[in-house]
């Protein structure tokens, strides 16, 4: 567990204040707090926990203001490490909630399938991932998932500059790990916030779920890395771990990787039709594949189907089904051998 580190006042009207995210190898999220004449603005806003609104009560307190006093909350994406506290700030405080317009839809639509739906629907995909029975059993008894967070009430676009008094911040749609993730320029202090889009020493996750649904979002993402260097922002303050200088170098290395990983997987592509679980568990992963918790596999399974879409889309990979609805891959210059 990583330790939370403590608040910070990084100059500028700018403030890091780490909150926890409990039992979880993250260890915590960076919320940014920028300082107006109408109160704060914060950049993201944590896991919901009790021990991480105490940790983001106490960093508002020690910058000279509190909760009650938050203006807005400009969140980088749907996930609960980002979102959990917006709705209770907004409680407090009365704030605005703002959220990039593709994660507001896609978080209607996962309230939308509710609990039970949601949990209909991993299963459906890990039949036709080609998991097996033992875990598609699994998933089917584990308890629903996280509710969805409470809803931004303030939509934002590309470019749009955030509601931020006598600042200029400015969304820069990045989507790749979320359909909605955005970074933010602080045009008027040269700092990037971003998210989860470029961390110092992980890659973040980009999967695509559902493993049939025809999007690209490893290439999406890659494009959105490209443009970061055209920003010229100096100081890099992501949601994790911590603060850094270079997005532009950080930015190659993590296109890089995700590069060597697509070289991998089209030498794992063949003439013999292998399914999303099969090509998932001949891949390289920080623990074996006989080691890893059912979720850690689906996580693995998406990020496997995200990278295989990009290699269609380059024409190294064919994707086909088999009568069952079982989706299957081969080499692009292969046809695929005739089952008995």
Known sequence: MRETPPVEDLGGGIWS??????????GYTLVYALESPSGPVLVDAGWEHEESWRALS???????????????????HF??????????????????????????????HIDSLGASGQRELEVRQLRLAGATEEEVDLWARLDPRLDPPQMPDRPLVDAEIVDVPGRKLRVVWTPGHSPGHICLHLEDGD?????????????????????DEEHDPLSTFLDSLA?????????????????????????????????????LLAKALGRDPATLWELASALPWR?????????????????????????ERREQAVRHTRPEGVLEWTASSITPATRG
């Not at 609960?80 to 605005?96: C, I, K, M, N, Y």
């Open 17 to 26: 204040i780490g909150v926890p995210i409990p039992d979880n190898p993250l």
């Open 58 to 76: 106490a960093g508002l307190e020690q910058m000279g203001s509190s909760v009650a006093d938050v203006h807005g909350v400009v969140l980088t």
């Open 79 to 108: 996930h609960p490490d980002h979102t959990g506290l917006a709705g209770r700030v907004r409680e407090a405080s009365g704030a605005w909630v703002a959220m990039h317009q593709a994660d507001i839809d896609l978080l209607r």
């Open 191 to 211: 700092h990037l916030f971003t998210g989860d889009h470029v961390l110092p020493g992980i890659t973040p996750h980009i999967g695509l779920f559902p493993f």
């Open 227 to 263: 443009g970061l260097s055209e920003l010229g922002a100096t100081q890099v303050l992501p949601a994790h771990e911590h603060r850094f200088t270079g997005v532009g170098p950080r930015a190659a290395e993590i296109i890089a990787h995700h590069e060597e990983k697509l070289g």
């Open 287 to 311: 623990r074996p594949w006989a080691d890893m918790h059912a979720l850690a596999r689906r996580m693995a399974a998406s990020e496997t189907a995200a990278h295989l879409r990009t290699l």
